[in-house]
């Protein structure tokens, strides 16, 4: 089992800035992907960033060039820095970490992160 707790999320003005944590624990030896999605009211969840099987970063388009996904392998924490951000970004961000031993994508429980215009 692994355990994924996400923080920092919370309202900022259009163009601000916050920066997400998700800390893991449990059998995270087994975690070979972990990164960020998000969920807007009404809306399929989506990518925005990830650490590939392989150690590449994935974006999706409408954050490239203003949030950077990165991680502290000692701290079992990966982090999601949003800059920039827009009312579109507005959403439940949610960290998951997918095992390389069963392919089950863990989730956290998420964090609000609100943009007003």
């Known amino acids: 089992q692994v355990q994924l707790v996400e923080s920092g999320g919370g309202l900022v003005q259009a163009g601000g800035s916050l920066r997400l944590s998700c800390a893991a624990s449990?059998?995270?030896?087994?975690?070979?992907?972990m990164g960020w999605y998000r969920q807007a009211p009404g809306k399929q969840r989506e990518l925005v960033a990830i650490?590939?099987?392989?150690?590449?970063?994935v974006y999706a388009n409408s954050v490239k060039g203003r949030f950077t996904i990165s991680r502290d392998n000692a701290k079992n924490t990966v982090y999601l820095q949003m800059n920039s951000l827009k009312p579109e970004d507005t959403a439940v961000y949610l960290c998951?970490?997918?095992?390389?031993?069963?392919?089950?994508?863990?989730w956290g429980q998420g964090t609000q992160v609100t943009v007003s215009s």
């Open positions: 998951t970490g997918r095992s390389s031993k069963s392919s089950v994508y863990y």
């Open positions: 650490f590939t099987s392989g150690g590449d970063i």
């Open positions: 449990g059998s995270i030896f087994s975690i070979n992907i």
